[in-house]
């Protein structure tokens, strides 16, 4: 049962991603990218990551595309429609690089490489993956989380400062 | 259990699709999500690690790494905006202030 | 036949499908009930007695107006994004859908259809979702006050979903798990308060004094949430004409409406299932259905009556309300109710 969703959710991710990137409307692109979020968020919760795959939707599809959509809606966006020499060059060159890079990944899975060691018992089967999560991150992971809140607060100060503008002596805005 | 070779494959090929759209598109938006296309990749490997290895360490990882995400969008979103206000355009081969 | 029985996959399946087709079919009749229902209440605040010309006391109205909206013409403006103006009110109903899977109706595992570790975080999740209907389906129509609609309500149901969740920290605190069957079982028996037991009344979440500022907040954002009044600026009939949906007719406008009232159930049954014991009240456990019913009915009722009683927030108090106020108070909350917490546990 499992393999035959993890099949089907990976069919979708692949065949949305390539939307994000193939479809001139920007407008359709994000949506097909919150299609794709929400079918990793499916593949997560098959590897036992609940607690990611709910993350996953509510950070991605739920804040950071409805920002994406914000800003695309508030830019009032043409499609992007384009011709010419090098256009067909750099477009021939990203898939040329693509496949390249696919090669490479691929060679890489299928020649030799091993596994480290894989810990003995699961952490904390019982209670959930929520709650093991919880305190891996609140012991041994609590400073970074803590420098985490940190970026996060530069993050909003920035883009509260940038997106504000420039404003002149009299508070014009820029 | 699903196979860790499995979900590797499907990282990698998320992670091509993230590359050749940023090579590929020309609008900043649409470079932007592919860039998150290639941090999901990324982040896809870490869970299937985390799954074969027993360990929740690449969960949290991935947890970091949707935290910078959203830091990302939201100061990239508004560097975006404020290029949209300055050049009215956001296709980044037009952009080209510096190239003088 | 009996083969097919017999596979614990196939049982398990079935039992969850026949689950979701009860709880949908109900679903479908009382929100149909709740759009009379409202127009009752309507009325009798009003000093009237809303609709009662078909069948007994108006019982059939519901009926009527689907037989109305059925027949109606659909349109669709010319320069609208047909796909997503199509999109758009289908992703109105399916969060709600989604989220009534994992709420207890009763005693589970009976009245349920599933439980999963993480689920206020799934609740969470599919509200965050519900503003792309309403988004999408103001940018699709290619109107500006449909536009405006739509910004104003993405803006909105962000501002305060931040709230709503950090309301609902305190209680997954005090129940120590984010699964809605755990949350209703810490709710059992009398009140316990701080090692003392206090007959009489139920151990409600509600009645704890570090959860009921919590219980407030949710409940004002659980207004935001839904778009209703005296949030409801995103359709604000005086300013905008209706807001997202002026260029919807027929079964897609009816479909917004449908979006809005299950979120209306989804959020009161959520409401209930944290702060005041879901199914559990006095008597035997087999009633439980009963007092959820009970308890929805009076949240329902609550709804129509802040709606028809309190006028409409101007768009800059809206957002000094969610983000100077409610925001803040739920972060204090949160740390009021960890030291709670680690008090009761270290004390």
């Not at chain 1, 990793?40 to 991605?60: K, N």
Request: proline content about 5%; glycine content about 8%; charged content about 10%.
């Amino acid at each position: 049962m499992v393999p035959y969703l993890f099949l089907g959710f990976a069919a979708m991710l692949v065949a949305t991603a390539l939307m994000v990137v193939l479809h001139k409307n920007p407008v359709t692109s994000a949506l097909f990218l919150v299609l794709a979020f929400c079918s990793l968020a499916g593949i997560y919760l098959l590897m036992h990551a609940e607690f990611l795959g709910m993350v996953q939707i509510i950070v991605y599809a739920g804040a950071i595309m409805v920002l994406f959509l914000f800003v695309i809606m508030y830019l009032n966006l043409k499609h992007d429609i384009e011709t010419g020499v090098q256009t067909a060059v750099r477009r021939g060159l990203g898939w040329g690089l693509g496949a390249l890079l696919l090669l490479t990944s691929g060679t890489l899975l299928t020649r030799g490489w091993s596994m480290g060691p894989v810990l003995a018992e699961l952490p904390a089967q019982g209670e959930g993956n929520a709650a093991a999560i919880g305190k891996v991150l609140y012991s041994r992971y609590l400073f970074p989380f803590e420098i985490t809140s940190i970026l996060l607060l530069v993050a909003m100060v920035g883009a509260i400062v940038i997106a504000k503008g420039r404003k002149g002596p009299e508070g014009e805005g820029a | 259990m699903i196979p860790l070779t499995w979900s590797l494959a499907l990282s990698a090929v998320l992670f091509t699709i993230g590359v050749v759209g940023v090579l590929v598109r020309r609008n900043a938006l649409v470079i932007f999500m592919s860039i998150e296309l290639m941090l999901n990749a990324a982040n896809l490997a870490f869970v299937a690690f985390a799954q074969q290895m027993n360990s929740l360490d690449g969960q949290i990882f991935v947890f970091f790494v949707m935290t910078v995400a959203a830091a990302e969008v939201a100061v990239g979103l508004a560097i975006i905006v404020n290029v949209f206000r300055l050049r009215e355009t956001i296709f980044v081969d037009e952009i080209n202030l510096l190239k003088g | 036949m009996a083969e097919l029985w017999g596979n614990a996959v196939f049982q398990v399946a079935f039992w969850a499908i026949l689950k979701v087709g009860i709880i949908l079919f109900v679903m479908l009749t009382v929100v149909s009930y709740l759009i009379l229902a409202e127009r009752k209440v309507c009325g009798h605040i009003q000093a009237r007695t809303g609709p009662n010309r078909v069948g007994p006391f108006g019982l059939l109205q519901p009926l009527a107006d689907v037989g109305k909206l059925l027949f109606k013409e659909e349109f669709i403006p010319a320069d609208a994004n047909k796909v997503i103006f199509h999109i758009a009110p289908m992703l109105a109903v399916f969060p709600a859908i989604v989220t009534l899977s994992i709420i207890p109706f009763g005693p589970p595992p009976m009245f349920q259809v599933t439980d999963i570790q993480v689920g206020v975080l799934l609740f969470l999740a599919m509200s965050s979702l519900g503003v792309y209907a309403i988004t999408l389906g103001g940018w699709a129509s290619n109107n500006k006050y449909a536009l405006l609609g739509g910004l104003r309500s993405s803006a909105q149901m962000i501002s305060y979903e931040l709230a709503m969740g950090l309301s609902i920290i305190p209680v997954i605190l005090e129940a120590s798990s984010m699964s809605l069957n755990h949350i209703v079982d810490a709710q059992a028996g009398p009140l316990q308060l701080y090692g003392l037991t206090v007959p009489f009344l139920p151990n409600w979440m509600l009645f704890k004094p570090h959860l009921m500022l919590p219980f407030v907040i949710f409940t004002i954002t659980m207004f935001a949430e839904t778009n209703r009044a005296p949030f409801d600026l995103p359709e604000a009939e005086g300013e905008l004409v209706a807001g997202f949906h002026i260029e919807y007719s027929s079964m897609k406008w009816a479909l917004f409406f449908l979006g809005e009232y299950m979120n209306m159930l989804v959020i009161s049954s959520i409401a209930i299932t944290l702060y005041l014991g879901g199914w559990r009240g006095f008597g035997p456990e087999k009633f439980g259905i009963i007092w959820y019913t009970l308890k929805l009915a009076a949240f329902i009722f609550f709804f129509m009556w802040v709606r028809w009683t309190y006028p409409r927030l101007r768009y800059d108090q809206l957002m000094n309300l969610g983000w100077k106020i409610l925001l803040p108070a739920a972060v204090v909350n949160v740390l009021i109710a960890g030291i709670v917490v680690y008090w009761r546990a270290h004390a």
